[in-house]
Nanobody
Framework: QVQLVESGGGLVQPGGSLRLSCAASGFTLDDYSIGWFRQAPGKEREGVSCISASDGSTHYVDSVKGRFTISRDNAKNTVYLQMNSLKPEDTAVYYC?????????????WGQGTLVTVSS
């Protein structure tokens, strides 16, 4: 069964850090591009970051550049999203998704999401 499971969300104060994990089962993650998305209450889903399967290139939405880092550990079949200098506006449910290319991840396999709350 092809499945993605996110973890690592929680409550953190502004300026704090969290590391989200996206673990795959049923397929080899390094054959796929992995995207992270988020959806805040009352807002549309937003693409946050992606790491390409073909060349390992990484992509970020402007609002997280310099604060978030996407990486993969092929041995653990897991992709991470390191989030630093968190802001209240980063509060959202974060999802990972897998597809052959970063342009296709929105239509790929999705996880169930993990909630990140940034609040004092």
């Amino acid at each position: 069964q092809v499945q993605l499971v996110e973890s690592g969300g929680g409550l953190v104060q502004p300026g704090g850090s969290l590391r989200l994990s996206c673990a795959a089962s049923g397929f080899t993650l390094d054959d796929y591009s992995i995207g992270w998305f988020r959806q805040a209450p009352g807002k549309e889903r937003e693409g946050v970051s992606c790491i390409s399967a073909s060349d390992g290139s990484t992509h970020y939405v402007d609002s997280v550049k310099g604060r978030f880092t996407i990486s993969r550990d092929n041995a653990k079949n897991t992709v991470y999203l390191q989030m630093n200098s968190l802001k209240p506006e980063d509060t959202a449910v974060y999802y990972c998704a897998a597809a052959r290319t970063c342009t296709a991840v929105a239509g790929g396999v999705w996880g169930q999401g993990t909630l990140v709350t940034v609040s004092s």
